[in-house]
C-alpha cells in the first residue's frame, strides 16, 4: 500500500516531456525575437568607438544618452514624431469606432442582407494595398489632399476598418442575443445598447485591436512615402528611412533614433496587454 | 398589471409556420404557463407578445391596446431569460436599475425602487457585486428583481429555471409563485417542464406544433385531457396507453391486442366493439393477484416513497406506481388491475377524449 502510495507520487511529480519540449522552444524563439531588442537597445546607449571595440551584445561600460538628443535633432523628430502621435491619435481610435459601430450593426441589427454587406466589407481586406498604391496617389491627389493629415488618415482608415470589422463582427456574434433583447426591452436604443453594454463588453478584443492597429499605423511606410511627400509631412518611418541615408555611419545614434521610434508602440502594448488576460463577459450569462 | 389578449395569431419563418393561428385570453393578474414539447412554439409566442418577434398575422392586445407595432419597451413589459442576461460589466445594483435610468427617473427614486426589489428578492446584501461573483439562483433573482423593479403591467419568463439544478428549481419555483402572489401581476410563463406548469399556473396553455391543444387550470387539465397529447404531457410518470377494443356485449372492458379481456371501472360512451385508447396514470394502476391481467416485470426502479416498475402487457411498455416495498425483479409476473374510475378513454383514430357519461371522471383517486 506504502509502496504503491508512493510510487504514485514520484510518477504524479514526473514532468510531461512534451510540455519540456515546448518550453525550451518557447524560450529559444523568445531570445531570438529579443536578441534585436537587445542589440538596438545596447547599440543605442554605446559610443561610436565602443560599438566597434566591444560584442554585439555586450552592456554598454558607459551610457551615452547623449545618442537620443542628437539623434532627435539631427533627424527632425520633433516634427516626425509630432506628425506619427496625429496620424495615429485620430486614426486608431476612430477607426476603431467605425469598425465597432460596423461590426455591432452586421452582427445585432437584421436587416436581411446583413450577410451580402459583411461579404462586401470583408472585401476590402482580401486586396492588398500596395496593389491600390498607384490609384490610391491618384484619388488622394485629385482630391487635393497630398501631404495632408486627412489625405494620410482616410486611406488608413478604408483599409483598417475590413479587418476590424471581421473580427469584431466574430465576437460580437458571440454574445448572446439575450443581452440585446434584455436591453431592448429596458428601453434601450441599439446606440445606447451598444455603447453601454457591447463597448464595455467588448474591451478586451478592443485592446488587443488597438495595439494592433496602434503598432501597425505606427510603423506604416509604404502608404506613407506615397501619400506624403512634403518632409515636414513625413511620419516617423519615413523619418528614420532618410536618417538612415544620411547618417548611416553613426550607429549609436541610427540605433537611438530606431529605439526612440518603436518605444511609443511598446508602451501602448504594455498598458493594454492586461485586458488580454481576462474576457469581461464570464458571469452574464450561464455557462 | 393588465390583460392580454391574443386574437388568430401567426407566425412564419420564411416559408415555415410555426404558430398557426392562435387565439387566447390572459386575465388581470393571472398566472400562465404556456407547456409543451421543443419547437411547438411556446418560445415564440412569448417573444411576440414581448416585441422581440414580428407577427405574420393576427394581433396582440395589453389592457386593451393592440401592440402588434410597438417596439419592446413601449409596451411596458419585462423578460425574464433562460440565461439571466445581466450586463456582465455593471453591478447587481446598476442592472436592477438600467431600465430605470433609460427612462430618466431622478437618482433617488432609482436608489429607492432598486433597493424595495432587492429587499422583496433578498438582493440586499448582493448589490455591489458583478454577476461574475453571484451563483445561479443569484444571478436568476437579480433577473426578476431587474423585470420587478419597473412595475411592468406583464411579466414574461422563458424558461427561467432550466439552467438551474433540481434542489435550487424546487426554490425558485416557490420563490417564483410567492412573487406573484405578492405582486399580483400577470405573468406569461415559458416552461417544457410540467411539473413546473402543474404547481405554478393559474392557467396552462399546451401548445404541439404551433396549434393550441388545450387550455385550463392545471387540474382541469390533468382529470379531463381533450385528448392523448394532453394526456401524456401532463402527469409524472406519464400517462399509460393501451390500445384495444371495447367488449362487443355492451360490458365495461377492453379487449386488448392479444385478446386478453381488462377489466374496466366504466365504459366510455360508444357503442359495440369500437377500437379506442385507454389512458390510465401510474398512480392509479393497483395489483390484483386475483382478477388482475398478467403481465411481466421488465424493470424495477425503487424511488423510496413507492416503485415505479415498468411492466410488458400485451405487447405495451406501461409504467405503474406501486407500494413502497416490493420484492420483484425482471422477469416475474404481476397481476394488475385498470378498474380504476380514474381512467380515461380515447379514440383511437382521432386520439380525442371519450367522455364517459354517468361513470364521469373525478380525478385521481387513491
Known amino acids: 500500500m506504502t509502496a504503491s502510495v508512493s510510487s504514485t507520487m514520484v ?29 538596438i537597445t545596447f547599440t543605442s546607449l554605446k559610443s561610436e568607438s565602443e560599438i566597434f571595440s566591444s560584442a554585439a551584445f555586450a552592456f554598454p561600460s558607459e551610457l551615452q544618452w547623449s545618442n537620443f538628443s542628437a539623434a532627435w535633432a539631427k533627424g527632425n523628430f520633433n516634427q516626425t514624431f509630432v506628425n506619427s502621435s496625429v496620424i495615429t491619435v485620430v486614426k486608431v481610435p476612430i477607426g476603431l469606432l467605425i469598425s465597432a459601430m460596423a461590426a455591432y450593426a452586421l452582427a445585432q441589427i437584421q436587416m436581411g442582407w446583413n450577410k451580402l454587406l459583411l461579404v ?79 463597448l464595455p463588453v467588448s474591451l478586451p478584443v478592443l485592446s488587443a485591436l488597438l495595439i494592433l492597429d496602434f503598432v501597425s499605423t505606427w510603423n ?51 498598458i493594454f496587454q492586461r485586458y488580454f488576460v481576462s474576457g469581461l463577459t464570464s458571469g452574464a450569462v450561464k455557462g | 398589471m393588465a390583460t392580454v389578449d391574443i386574437v388568430d395569431l401567426k407566425k412564419s419563418f420564411g416559408a415555415f409556420p410555426v404558430v398557426h393561428g392562435v387565439s387566447m385570453d390572459f386575465e388581470d393578474g393571472e398566472f400562465i404557463i404556456l407547456v409543451g414539447p421543443s419547437g411547438c412554439g411556446k418560445s415564440t409566442l412569448l417573444r411576440m407578445i414581448a416585441g422581440l418577434e414580428d407577427v405574420t398575422s393576427g394581433t396582440i392586445s395589453i389592457d386593451g391596446k393592440v401592440v402588434n407595432n410597438l417596439s419592446p419597451k413601449e409596451r411596458n413589459i419585462a423578460m425574464v431569460f433562460q440565461n439571466y442576461a445581466l450586463y456582465p460589466q455593471m453591478t447587481v445594483a446598476q442592472n436592477l436599475g438600467f431600465s430605470l435610468e433609460l427612462s430618466k427617473m ?148 377492453l379487449v386488448l391486442n392479444n385478446g386478453e379481456s381488462v377489466a374496466l371501472a366504466r365504459r366510455p360512451d360508444v357503442a359495440g366493439d369500437t377500437e379506442i385508447v385507454l389512458g390510465v396514470r401510474p398512480q392509479d394502476i393497483s395489483q390484483d393477484p386475483d382478477d388482475g391481467t398478467a403481465a411481466t416485470v ?69
Request: with cysteine; net charge negative; aromatic share 10%.
Open chain 1, 11 to 39: 510518477h504524479g511529480k514526473r514532468r510531461d516531456p512534451v510540455l519540456i519540449g515546448l518550453w525550451i522552444s518557447l524560450v529559444l524563439v523568445a531570445l531570438i525575437w529579443l536578441a534585436p531588442v537587445v542589440f
Open chain 1, 120 to 198: 462586401f466589407v470583408l472585401f476590402g481586406a482580401m486586396i492588398p494595398f500596395q496593389v491600390m498604391l498607384a490609384p490610391l496617389f491618384t484619388l488622394v491627389n485629385s482630391m487635393g489632399l497630398i501631404d495632408t493629415y486627412p489625405g494620410i488618415i482616410l486611406p488608413y482608415l478604408a483599409f483598417g476598418v475590413p479587418y476590424q470589422v471581421f473580427i469584431l463582427h466574430g465576437f460580437f456574434r458571440a454574445v448572446p442575443k439575450e443581452l440585446t433583447e434584455a436591453a431592448l426591452i429596458d428601453g434601450a436604443s441599439h446606440f445606447t445598447i451598444f455603447r453601454r453594454i457591447f
Open chain 1, 220 to 270: 506604416e511606410f509604404a502608404m506613407a512615402l506615397v501619400l506624403l511627400q512634403d518632409k515636414d509631412m513625413w511620419n516617423l518611418p519615413l523619418g528614420l528611412m532618410s536618417y538612415q541615408g544620411q547618417f548611416s555611419n553613426n550607429y549609436g545614434q541610427l540605433n537611438a533614433a530606431i529605439v526612440m521610434t518603436v518605444l511609443p508602440a511598446t508602451i501602448v502594448y504594455l
Open chain 2, 106 to 253: 431622478p437618482k433617488a427614486e432609482i436608489t429607492a425602487k432598486v433597493n424595495e426589489s432587492a429587499e422583496i428578492l433578498g438582493l440586499t446584501p448582493l448589490l455591489d457585486r458583478k454577476p461574475s461573483q453571484l451563483s445561479g439562483g443569484q444571478r436568476q433573482r437579480v433577473a426578476m428583481g431587474r423585470a420587478i423593479v419597473r412595475d411592468p403591467q406583464v411579466f414574461l419568463f422563458d424558461e427561467p429555471l432550466s439552467n438551474l439544478d433540481a434542489n435550487l428549481r424546487v426554490k425558485m419555483r416557490a420563490e417564483i409563485k410567492a412573487l406573484h402572489q405578492r405582486l399580483c401581476s400577470t405573468i406569461v410563463y415559458v416552461t417544457h417542464d410540467q411539473v413546473e406548469a402543474m404547481t405554478m399556473a393559474d392557467r396552462i396553455v399546451v401548445l404541439r406544433s404551433g396549434v393550441v391543444e388545450q387550455i385550463g387550470t392545471p387540474l382541469e387539465l390533468y382529470d379531463f385531457p381533450k385528448n392523448m397529447f394532453v394526456a401524456g404531457f401532463l402527469g409524472s410518470p406519464a400517462m399509460n396507453f393501451l390500445p384495444g377494443k371495447l367488449a362487443a356485449d355492451g360490458s365495461a372492458a
Open chain 2, 298 to 366: 421488465k424493470v424495477v426502479e425503487p424511488t423510496g416513497a413507492d416503485t415505479h416498475v415498468l411492466v410488458e402487457l400485451a405487447g405495451t411498455e406501461i409504467t405503474c406506481v406501486l407500494g413502497a416495498r416490493l420484492d420483484l425483479v425482471p422477469g416475474d409476473q404481476i397481476r394488475l388491475s385498470f378498474e380504476t374510475p380514474a381512467a380515461h378513454f380515447f379514440d383511437a383514430e382521432t386520439e380525442a377524449r371519450l367522455e364517459a357519461g354517468s361513470n364521469e371522471n373525478k380525478g385521481h383517486q387513491p
